[in-house]
């Protein structure tokens, strides 16, 4: 059976002493996952270990920490996944390792609490200090439509599948753990709370759409914080996509509801798409200007769009002094010819046009094998238009328990 | 080897030095570049998140017309492209009805985008296509002792599966193992898979410029005497905002900050000037001696 080497972060904040590394020889099968290590460990050497576990299947979302770098689940990561993670794959690579240090045949695991969250001791970290707190910030339940009908409410299916992908978070807040702009803003709402928020804003039940879709995105922590890390698709165990979720809150507040909010989200979005139109490249000088004081070419002269460029003045300046943007790419930026931009103008019209924008959701869709749609003889059909208002299901409930 | 090129908005916008470059080291590599200069900007995300359709359909052009040359493949010089045109490019080779109704949107200009087109950044076709041994071959000056930190964002790494990031092709490796090739030291620090902080600056400007200043003072910490990225956006907010970055971190930074193909063509015995090093904000000082366009051996990095 192979021998891994678990490095358990060690770390009691009441004990005074600073946190420390406790290693570990454990002999396993590859299959095992990393939660039967720290188990073992626990149950067999040192009682003291720390871990938070509950069903060990992968449904409860207790057992959340970072395995070389990388936040998950330990009770669905596999120990040879776990260890292979050694050279980082696109997560920083455990502190001090490389695949020269491997100790033993099978690899070096090391086991880290969840980042952007408080140690309570080892590996538990404290929810309710983070986690929690940003849910209900989202008012996360259904807010009733009135009058109520006499009897249950019919939802359509097509809207019942759309809110399918943010149903399925267990709550583990491994997509906070690594949360890049939670590491800089502890303020933002964050990837687990804004994907809850579109559970009810895609419910055709909830009453609130407008409201909801206002605060998220008037808050300067809200759904225009997100920097698109992708992080928290990656550190996600069931493919909730939390950023997906957020650039659909943005359409649904911006491109259906209007709402132009005072973080410049809207007018820098509205403003990127109508420059592509209109030129085929994006005009960096005009995006900025248009970003803060609106977007038409006047927008530069916004009160809000001066304040901005006066405080910038310096970064354009040297920008224009090192050549790097010259008169001619600020002034006029660069274009298309004018027969791809009318081919733009034609798509832009077409597309826009639809009463319904289409969709596609690859989590609800999955991927085509051609080879036996072929053979299957499927018809063509038109792919699932986004639906107007979706949504229905019962929200998803997780226990846990405590063991240290 | 000849390849449809889409360098991309920014690169030919507000880091002209990357486009140029890019020019001045193709041939030293055998790349001949077939300009895609139709195309229209990949979205960036942003017109994904307004209409997703749309945004596919714009890069369902692009494919096309780069399947319309006699390239072997697409390459792009901006890891935001790469990223925001492989999510289009996911969608449209998952699903035949949906590629259906987005070829039906360019079917005017009668282009057809058809499924398995290859797009590679060029860090992926350097490692992959040209390989790191015969790029080895190619270096006339090495990086002797230059201390370099790999900064690849967010676009090219991540999600993973989307990018094809695996032990077979790990792409997350790549800026380190080419660094090697050109003879130069690989720094690890906190920011190397770090987001840059550019997609909020208009919207948090606090928040992203925290964000280059923190990654900067950590490559600063590591003594590096510069940073590699594969992304004009991150040039932007690493390089031409430094000095703001600079200020809302509370200390000096001063960290030069290459394009990918500036490092390669400095390697490969290009002029830091023909390389457009003189356009940066940060000047690469501690990288080059002005004076004799040599790669500096161990001075320590300074603006």
């Known amino acids: 059976m192979p021998e891994y080497l678990l490095r358990i972060r060690r770390f009691d904040p009441q004990s005074g002493e600073a946190a420390y590394w406790d290693e570990h020889s454990v002999e396993l099968g590859e299959r095992n996952s990393v939660l039967d290590a720290i188990l073992k460990v626990k149950d067999e050497v040192d009682g003291s270990v720390g871990i938070r576990c509950s069903c060990q299947q992968a449904i409860c979302g207790s057992c959340g920490v970072r395995m070389n770098g990388k936040p998950g689940l330990a009770c669905n990561t596999h120990l040879e ?22 100790m033993t045949p099978a690899g070096v695991i090391e086991i880290e609490p969840m980042g952007n969250m408080p140690v309570i001791k080892d590996l538990i970290v404290d929810m309710d200090a983070v986690h929690w707190k940003k849910i209900q910030r989202v008012t996360p339940y259904l807010i009733n439509k ?7 409410y019919i939802v359509p299916h097509e809207n019942m599948v759309d809110v399918t992908q943010t149903m399925a978070c267990i709550q583990c807040g491994a997509c906070v753990s690594d949360c890049l702009s939670m590491e800089i803003d502890p303020l933002f709402v964050g990837p687990a709370a804004l994907a809850k928020a579109y559970r009810f804003v895609g419910d055709p039940r909830d009453a609130e759409h407008y409201d909801r879709l206002n605060d998220l995105s008037q808050d300067e922590h809200g759904i225009y914080d ?3 890390c992708f992080n928290c698709i990656d550190a996600c165990p069931k493919g909730v996509d939390p950023m997906s979720q957020i650039m659909r809150l943005r359409r649904r507040a911006g491109s259906d509801e209007k709402i132009v909010d005072r973080n410049n989200g809207h007018r820098h979005e509205d403003a990127f798409v109508t420059l592509v139109r209109d030129y085929g490249l994006l005009n960096e000088a005009e995006l900025l200007p248009r970003s803060y004081g609106g977007n038409s ?6 009160p809000a769009a001066g304040k901005e460029l006066m405080s910038s003045i310096g970064t354009v300046a040297t920008g224009v002094l090192r ?3 010259s008169p001619k790419t600020a002034l006029l930026g660069h274009k298309l010819g004018k027969s791809d931009l009318s081919s733009l103008n034609h798509i832009y019209t077409e597309v826009e046009g639809r009463d319904q924008r289409v969709e596609l959701n690859l989590y609800v869709t999955g991927y085509e094998d051609e080879s036996e749609r072929e053979l299957a003889g499927i018809e063509d059909r038109q792919p699932p238009a986004e639906p107007s208002a979706p949504g229905e299901g019962s929200q998803s409930a997780s226990s846990e328990s405590e063991t240290s | 080897m000849k390849v449809a090129y889409w360098p991309g908005c920014v690169s030919r916008g507000f880091t002209p030095e990357l486009h140029g470059s890019m020019a001045k080291v193709a041939p030293l590599l055998d790349l001949e570049l077939i300009e895609l200069d139709r195309a229209a900007c990949c979205g960036a995300g942003v017109i994904a998140e307004h209409n997703q359709e749309l945004a596919d359909t714009l890069n369902a052009r692009t494919f096309a017309l780069a399947q319309q040359t006699d390239g072997a493949l697409m390459m792009n010089i901006c890891s935001t492209c790469q990223g925001a045109q492989s999510e289009c490019q996911e969608r449209l080779d998952a699903n035949t009805d949906y590629r259906q109704q987005i070829n039906q949107n360019l079917s005017d200009e009668g282009l057809s985008y058809e499924r398995g087109l290859t797009n590679k950044n060029f860090l992926w076709l350097l490692v992959e296509e040209i390989g790191l041994d015969a790029l080895k071959a190619k270096v006339r000056r090495p990086l002797t002792d230059l201390r370099v930190g790999p900064f690849y964002g967010c676009y090219i790494v991540r999600p993973v599966d989307r990018l094809g990031v695996d032990e077979e092709h790990p792409r997350d490796r790549y800026m380190h193992m080419v660094i090697e090739a050109l003879g130069g030291t690989v720094i690890d620090y906190a920011g190397v898979y770090k987001c840059c902080g550019f997609p909020i600056i208009t919207m948090n400007k606090q928040a992203s410029l925290s964000m280059a200043g923190r990654h900067l003072g950590d490559a600063m910490d590591a003594d590096a005497d510069c940073l590699v990225v594969p992304c004009p956006l991150c040039h932007l907010n690493l390089d031409l905002q430094q000095p703001s970055a600079s200020k809302v971190v509370g200390r000096e930074l001063g960290m030069p900050v290459l394009h990918l193909p500036q490092l390669v063509g400095l390697a490969l015995g290009l002029e830091p000037k023909d390389l457009g090093m003189s356009k940066h904000v940060v000047k690469p000082t501690s990288v080059i001696d002005w004076s004799t366009s040599v790669v500096a051996g161990t001075a320590p990095a300074a603006a």
């Open chain 1, 81 to 102: 996944e776990a260890a292979a993670r050694v050279r980082g794959v696109g997560w920083n690579p455990a502190e001090g390792l490389d695949e020269s240090d491997d």
């Open chain 1, 226 to 228: 997100c920097t698109h």
């Open chain 1, 297 to 302: 070419w006047f927008g530069k002269f916004h």
């Open chain 1, 146 to 152: 009135t009058p109520v009908p006499d009897r249950e």
């Open chain 1, 323 to 325: 050549r790097k943007i």
